[in-house]
């Protein structure tokens, strides 16, 4: 937890082009999510699936993990579906692919809102 910490305070300070562009907020999306912050993670990850390119699906599963602690969980799916299905025939990361297989298969089992 240490390091989204001091990834936190360094992101905050940025300023100008350099904190608006969408690196820096898919960063900070990372950071509250790391820490724990529903509230902080809940905003960074919209604003962090709003500014990035439709090609970055990482945004998903970073978008599809407060909602799933927020307990939204037709929202958590969706998301979590995006990026599975954008990643379905690619390399990445199997670990991430694994984690996001492992909370959508946990939301499955919960009852539908």
């Known amino acids: 937890m240490h390091r989204y910490e001091e ?3 360094v992101l905050r300070e940025l300023r100008g082009d350099e904190a608006e ?7 900070r999306a990372r950071a ?16 962090a699936l709003a500014a990035a390119p439709p ?3 990482e945004v998903h599963l970073i978008r599809g993990q407060p909602l799933a602690v927020a307990t939204r969980w037709e929202e958590a799916r969706s998301e979590l579906n995006l990026y599975l299905q954008s990643t379905a025939d690619s390399t990445a990361d199997q670990e991430r692919r ?4 492992a909370t959508l298969d946990t939301v499955a089992k919960l009852p539908r809102q």
């Open 7 to 9: 990834a936190f305070l």
């Open 21 to 27: 562009a969408w690196q820096t907020i898919y960063e």
């Open 32 to 47: 509250e999510v790391g820490m724990g912050n529903l509230h902080g993670s809940d905003l960074w990850s919209q604003r």
């Open 55 to 57: 090609t970055f699906t």
């Open 98 to 101: 694994l984690n996001a297989l």
